[in-house]
């Protein structure tokens, strides 16, 4: 009875046993939110660097800049200007580096920075002095110049001095009214030189008051 029974219980976990493990439920997959919020936000991220690259590729042209500063006036060289590949707004209407050839020997026609860009503001085909226009040259010693230091543009008065022991005039003195187009410092002699753009009637007089060096610079207001 014993062996039968043995038998019955063998044969019975063979006969139950697989039931049972396919009654048994498969895992569940765990949902993991602030993973797959990750993977949306770098997709997101790389499309939005890859817009940026192209955009900043579609963008850049060569253009030109000051390789040091540039004061109004000046006539450019090709040595004050250098080409750079910069991705640039359209709206600042840059110079292309194309144009190089066509800018070189015109006056700047305001300060340009060095490192600044170009745009066709900065520069002027104006030719000094135009018709009916004359320009003269005086050499200053430090008593006779402003303590600032002259620009091309300003607005001075050349004023008659008085000789030593000579009595001021009676009246207003003696003026010329005239504008900065040149400053530089002389090898020969360390005087300022300034060229001054004064009417053409007013170039002889002054002229002659300039050669007695008894003058006077006086700087006005660059208020504008």
């Given at each position: 009875?014993?062996?039968?029974?043995?038998?019955?219980?063998?044969?019975?976990?063979?006969?139950?046993?697989?039931?049972?493990?396919?009654?048994?439920?498969?895992?569940?997959?765990?949902?993991?939110?602030?993973?797959?919020?990750?993977?949306?936000?770098?997709?997101?991220?790389?499309a939005?660097?890859?817009?940026?690259?192209?955009?900043?590729?579609?963008?850049?042209?060569?253009?030109?800049?000051?390789?040091?500063n540039?004061?109004?006036?000046?006539?450019?060289?090709?040595?004050?200007l250098?080409?750079v590949?910069?991705?640039?707004?359209?709206?600042l209407?840059?110079?292309s580096?194309?144009?190089?050839d066509?800018?070189?020997?015109?006056r700047?026609?305001?300060?340009?920075?060095?490192?600044?860009?170009?745009?066709?503001?900065s520069?002027?085909t104006?030719?000094?002095?135009?018709?009916?226009?004359?320009?003269?040259?005086?050499?200053?010693t430090?008593?006779q110049?402003p303590?600032?230091?002259?620009?091309?543009?300003d607005?001075?008065?050349?004023?008659?001095?008085p000789?030593?022991?000579?009595?001021l005039?009676?009246?207003a003195?003696?003026?010329?009214?005239?504008?900065?187009?040149?400053?530089h410092?002389?090898?020969?002699?360390?005087?300022?030189?300034?060229?001054?753009l004064?009417?053409?009637?007013?170039?002889?007089v002054?002229?002659?008051?300039?050669?007695?060096?008894?003058?006077?610079?006086?700087?006005?207001?660059?208020?504008r």
């Amino acid at each position: 009875m014993s062996r039968t029974a043995t038998r019955d219980d063998r044969t019975f976990d063979r006969e139950t046993g697989p039931a049972a493990s396919q009654l048994v439920p498969p895992p569940k997959l765990r949902r993991r939110p602030a993973l797959v919020a990750a993977a949306i936000g770098a997709i997101c991220l790389g499309a939005l660097l890859a817009a940026w690259a192209w955009t900043a590729t579609t963008n850049t042209q060569e253009v030109l800049v000051a390789r040091q500063n540039i004061e109004r006036g000046a006539v450019i060289e090709a040595d004050d200007l250098a080409r750079v590949q910069l991705s640039t707004d359209p709206a600042l209407n840059p110079v292309s580096a194309s144009e190089l050839d066509q800018i070189v020997g015109q006056r700047a026609a305001l300060d340009i920075a060095e490192g600044g860009m170009l745009t066709p503001d900065s520069f002027t085909t104006e030719v000094v002095p135009g018709d009916g226009e004359s320009v003269v040259g005086v050499a200053l010693t430090p008593a006779q110049a402003p303590g600032l230091d002259l620009r091309y543009g300003d607005t001075v008065r050349v004023v008659v001095t008085p000789a030593q022991d000579e009595e001021l005039p009676a009246g207003a003195p003696l003026v010329n009214d005239a504008t900065v187009v040149g400053v530089h410092v002389s090898d020969e002699t360390g005087q300022t030189v300034v060229d001054l753009l004064v009417p053409e009637a007013d170039a002889g007089v002054l002229a002659t008051r300039i050669a007695t060096g008894r003058i006077a610079l006086v700087l006005d207001s660059r208020e504008r």
